[in-house]
T-cell receptor
Framework: GAVVSQHPSWVICKSGTSVKIECRSL??????MFWYRQFPKQSLMLMATSNEGSKATYEQGVEKDKFLINHASLTLSTLTVTSAHPEDSSFYICSARVPGGTLVEQYFGPGTRLTVT | EDKVVQSPLSLVVHEGDTVTLNCSYEVTNFRSLLWYKQEKKAPTFLFMLTSSGIEKKSGRLSSILDKKELFSILNITATQTGDSAVYLCAVSQGGSEKLVFGKGTKLTVNP
């Protein structure tokens, strides 16, 4: 089956620093990847849609200058949280759509838990 | 505002019990409803439903969609401890790849 990996699985950083999270599709090429954020006991909230070779599309209320997304290849998308603050502490999950699959069938990575101190 | 509401938020049962999880939605231009199982980390895909009244089944899990009443149910029969997880319901809309998720139902199956 389609496998999506994320790195790191968890990270602790100091307030004001930047953190990069990688999302890789291991056995397929993903032209579209999605970045979600999940707060404790809350739903997955879509942050942005990342398309290979073009600018990401951000959801309303998500600061694109704070959450930088780069989808430079068909197997890798990165999310950089810039000038992180404690309120950015959350579980970040990426997903990728399998080419040829249904439009909304997405495979999720294992997630990255970010803690900002 | 588009929304997906799941109930109950949490459920504790004993092995062998049958459970029914609910998902109701209010979205514009509905296209499909998806169920996922999340065990601590990544959600894994269970079902995608697009047509009313057609049951999808996989082993002890089954799901059905009612597009008139705007809801779906996920049934799990003869529950096992390995079924313990958060079950997420998500809805997609026409013209978009975006999924709108509910908060999930946390199911705990005790031996």
């Amino acid at each position: 089956g389609a496998v999506v990996s994320q790195h790191p699985s968890w990270v602790i950083c100091k307030s004001g620093t930047s953190v990069k999270i990688e999302c890789r599709s291991l056995d397929f090429q993903a032209t579209t990847m999605f970045w979600y954020r999940q707060f404790p006991k809350q739903s997955l909230m879509l942050m942005a849609t990342s398309n290979e070779g073009s600018k990401a599309t951000y959801e309303q209320g998500v600061e694109k200058d704070k959450f930088l997304i780069n989808h430079a290849s068909l197997t890798l998308s990165t999310l950089t949280v810039t000038s992180a603050h404690p309120e950015d502490s959350s579980f970040y999950i990426c997903s990728a759509r399998v080419p040829g699959g249904t439009l909304v069938e997405q495979y999720f990575g294992p997630g990255t838990r970010l803690t900002v101190t | 505002e588009d929304k997906v509401v799941q109930s109950p938020l949490s459920l504790v049962v004993h092995e062998g019990d049958t459970v029914t999880l609910n998902c109701s939605y209010e979205v514009t231009n509905f296209r499909s409803l998806l169920w996922y199982k999340q065990e601590k980390k990544a959600p894994t895909f269970l079902f995608m439903l697009t047509s009313s009244g057609i049951e999808k089944k996989s082993g002890r899990l089954s799901s059905i969609l009612d597009k008139k009443e705007l809801f779906s149910i996920l049934n799990i029969t003869a529950t096992q401890t390995g079924d313990s997880a958060v079950y997420l319901c998500a809805v997609s809309q026409g013209g978009s790849e975006k999924l709108v998720f509910g908060k999930g139902t946390k199911l705990t199956v005790n031996p």
